[in-house]
């Protein structure tokens, strides 16, 4: 990024992370985070808790399960473009936020917003208009499941730049360490969400499409609250595209951002072949599929909470040149982790059928989704440690090296999901691809380290 004239005197409008108590300054990002994931996993349980009983107006559950299970996969490909810019807008925000260097801040911002408009425009004109075709990929043969996925995939992507804006909006604050607006205006539009899921879905009888309804509603709400933060004094950043423009600048963006977008758009086209596969096995498999994923979120929202953190604390710590600090940071988070990691574990696989009946009662999803569970038990400590590791490789602005063995791992599904003779098969294939992910990136990590004290060392001696 071009660097303007550096401002010596502490932004006052983020949470310094290169001086204090390491544990302290990770948990005040890493918690907000945390909660905000809580409420988003509290949000996803409700919205499948009142799918699952449109039957009370008229529909199948588990149609209705597996039509916004296959829809879903949509705006995860979509988070995937968000991340291009996202990911460059937080990490490069927090770096300048460590040299106290404003301008940069708000050049960052600005260019971001353009970018992120560009990428939203295109999302919202291929779901809006092509849905048919992304739904036909799966090659369901339930009518009643592709005409509720298109209408779903129809609504929310329509909105789609409510989803796009906010995630904006909220790497800004991530990069500046202030997680605890994120929790608090998005926590707000996931409240509105479970509020308006029941009437929507049931009150009104109008099933998936009021799923879809009360997630572009809250969206929005959230949205216009982020906007009139923006528009008052207490912005974070001055957002002026017409002032800031600049084609570097969006460029070193979409540059840093892209290896983790391109990553999370692989590894959706992934998911969808996967989940082809899986859809060959009937509704019943793509509903365990979509149940079993939420019920992951046990693993995967702690691990993005401290994802977040690292990827702050590292990337102001790095830009303030405290490497040391680094290390120890990421050493704190590894402590913190495991031991939480273990217990997902044995829940997960000791309390499988509890856990799945509180979504769904029909005797062979419920069996089928206990297996599911008990299989991708295995996995949880090592999402969570890939998740962790990949937001200190991102605060370091490596985001290659983690994005690369995230699309690797996920590759290695297809061939295997293929060779499956059986749901389970299919379930081994993911939970295994998981250890292998989140064994290779601690590894690389560590002896990322290993590597620069040599390298630290040998420019000390040169030094002398």
């Known amino acids: 990024m071009a660097q303007s004239t550096i401002h010596k005197r502490p932004m006052k409008k983020k949470i310094d992370l290169t001086t204090g108590n390491i544990l302290m300054k990770l948990l005040i990002v890493a918690i907000p985070t945390l909660l905000t994931s809580l409420a988003q996993m509290a949000y996803n349980l409700t919205d499948m808790f009142w799918v699952a009983r449109v039957d009370r107006v008229g529909f199948s559950p588990t149609e209705a399960v597996a039509a916004i299970g296959t829809a879903g996969f949509l705006p995860w490909f979509g988070i995937g473009m968000i991340m291009i810019v996202k990911v460059g807008v937080s990490v490069y925000t927090s770096q300048a936020a460590g040299k106290n260097d404003k301008e940069s801040v708000n050049r960052i911002a600005s260019n971001g917003l353009l970018a992120m408009l560009a990428l939203s425009l295109v999302y919202v004109i291929y779901g809006r208009y092509f849905n048919h075709h992304f739904v036909g990929l799966f090659n369901i043969e339930n009518d009643n499941v592709v005409v509720m996925a298109q209408s779903y995939l129809k609504i929310v992507t329509t909105f789609g730049f409510f989803l796009f804006a906010l995630n904006l909006f909220n790497g800004i604050y991530d990069g500046l360490g202030k997680t605890i607006n994120t929790f608090y205006i998005m926590g707000t539009g996931l409240l509105l969400n479970m509020v308006l899921d029941p009437l929507f879905i049931l009150g009104l009888g109008w099933g998936v499409e009021g799923a879809a309804y009360a997630t572009v509603v809250s ?60 859809a060959s096995y009937g509704d019943i498999a793509m509903s365990v599929a979509r149940i079993g994923s939420q019920i992951e979120a046990l693993s995967w929202m702690v691990a993005a909470g401290f994802q977040v953190a690292l990827s702050a604390f590292v990337g102001q710590n790095y830009g303030a040149g405290k490497m040391l600090r680094v290390k120890m940071g990421y050493e704190t988070s590894l402590r913190m982790l495991v031991p939480y990691g273990l217990a997902v574990n044995a829940l997960l696989f000791f309390f499988a059928r509890p856990l799945f009946g509180i979504f769904i009662s029909e005797e062979e999803t419920l069996r089928v989704g206990t297996e599911y569970l008990r299989i991708i038990s295995l996995s949880q400590i090592f999402m969570i440690l890939e998740m962790m590791t990949a937001g200190a490789f991102n605060g370091l602005g490596k985001t290659v090296i983690p994005s690369t063995i995230s699309m690797v791992g996920n590759a290695l599904r297809i061939p295997f999901a293929y060779m499956a003779v059986s749901m389970a098969g299919i379930w081994w294939t993911i939970s295994l691809s998981s250890v292998f992910k989140g064994s290779l990136m601690v590894v690389l990590f560590v002896t990322y380290f290993y590597l620069y004290r040599l390298r630290r060392s040998r420019d000390l001696i040169l030094e002398n």
Do not use: C, E, H, W
């Open 219 to 278: 969206q929005g709400v959230a949205l216009l609250v982020y906007l009139f933060i923006y528009a008052s004094k207490r912005r974070p950043v001055v957002m002026n595209p017409f002032r800031y423009f600049n084609v570097k600048a969006i460029k070193d963006i979409v540059f840093l951002g892209f290896p983790v977008g391109l990553q999370s758009m692989f590894m959706t086209s992934i998911s969808i072949v996967v989940g082809v596969v899986v």
